[in-house]
């Protein structure tokens, strides 16, 4: 599966995509309206049936190698280890939270009027039982296994192929961190240079799937939990809560470089010892 992955083309990939998501975002307009765009309920949906149509269409491709999931799945209890999930998951969020606090002291210094949506805890905008559970199906099933293949299976294998691991790494992890712009933007890109290695060093995506279905299965159970909870309802309030109603960010600051200097240690160690060595064909 490593190889058959590598040999699709991670551009037509991204132009499936691009004409799946437009045509059923004209199927839906001419459906529902211009209500197509604000009903989520909608946007869940579209957005699951243009992730599985892709999976299907990466099926296709790799069966022509008479490629199954029956050796990654033989394989997938060696090559899972606990405790190296549990330290990566725990040092990535570590760090991710330092990232997240110093970009807060950032924003809070130079650009206040944006701070208020920049830690909106309503960004995903699920609002019934149905929508909880279609973020849920997204968030923890289909995009850990959709970001997986194409990323790391597809987008990570090539340019590694051509370029070199260093490059295939950063830029894979690069590009995967933007494309979570958000608050976690750095944090996203820590955690795409260690799954790029798992992905190397195991060379299994079923690993890389379930480390990475753990990582969004904790925020998203904790999002259906405290949907109902406002972070603030005007930027009074916001500051207020967030203990900067008296102008001083600089806890912020100092808390993010601690947690970055107690977390960074591990995930350098983890770089050093695990950084592929042998060059792909």
């Known amino acids: 599966m490593f190889d058959s992955l590598g040999k699709i083309s991670f551009w037509k990939t991204v132009l499936i995509h691009i004409?799946?998501?437009i045509s059923s975002g004209v199927i839906l307009y001419f459906i529902f309206g211009e209500q197509s765009d604000k009903n989520f309920t909608i946007v869940y949906i579209s957005n699951l049936i243009v992730n599985i149509l892709i999976l299907y269409w990466i099926y296709t491709k790799i069966k022509k190698d008479n490629i199954s999931?029956?050796?990654?799945?033989?394989?997938?209890?060696?090559?899972?280890?606990?405790?190296?999930?549990?330290?990566?998951?725990?040092?990535?969020?570590?760090?991710?939270?330092?990232?997240?606090?110093?970009?807060?002291h950032i924003i809070f210094k130079?650009?206040?009027?944006?701070?208020?949506?920049?830690?909106?805890?309503?960004?995903?905008?699920?609002?019934?039982?149905?929508?909880?559970?279609?973020?849920?199906?997204?968030?923890?099933?289909?995009?850990?296994?959709?970001?997986?293949?194409?990323?790391?299976?597809i987008f990570l294998t090539r340019i590694s192929q051509k370029f070199g691991y260093g490059v295939g790494i950063?830029?894979?992890?690069?590009?995967f961190g933007v494309l979570h712009m958000d608050g976690?933007?750095?944090?996203?890109?820590?955690?795409?240079?260690l799954l790029s290695i798992i992905y190397l060093k195991y060379k299994n995506i079923l690993v890389n799937i379930l480390i990475h279905g753990i990582n969004n299965f904790i925020p998203t159970i904790l999002f259906v939990f405290q949907?109902?909870?406002?972070?603030?309802?005007?930027?009074?309030?916001?500051?207020?809560?967030?203990?900067?109603?008296?102008?001083?960010?600089?806890?912020?600051?100092?808390?993010?470089?601690?947690?970055?200097?107690?977390?960074i240690w591990y995930i350098i160690y983890f770089c050093i010892k695990n950084w592929p060595r042998k060059l792909l064909k």
């Open 227 to 263: 949907k109902d909870e406002k972070i603030g309802n005007g930027s009074g309030e916001l500051l207020s809560q967030m203990g900067l109603e008296g102008g001083d960010s600089s806890p912020f600051l100092g808390g993010g470089i601690f947690f970055i200097l107690i977390s």
């Open 19 to 21: 004409i799946f998501s």
């Open 170 to 175: 950063f830029a894979s992890s690069l590009l």
């Open 69 to 104: 999931l029956k050796e990654p799945l033989l394989t997938l209890k060696s090559d899972f280890h606990i405790l190296e999930t549990i330290f990566i998951l725990l040092f990535r969020f570590i760090f991710t939270i330092g990232s997240f606090f110093i970009l807060i």
């Open 110 to 153: 130079y650009y206040p009027d944006k701070l208020v949506g920049f830690v909106d805890n309503d960004y995903f905008g699920a609002k019934n039982s149905l929508e909880l559970v279609l973020f849920f199906i997204t968030a923890s099933i289909i995009a850990p296994i959709f970001e997986e293949i194409v990323f790391r299976g």
């Open 184 to 193: 976690a933007i750095i944090g996203a890109f820590i955690f795409g240079v």
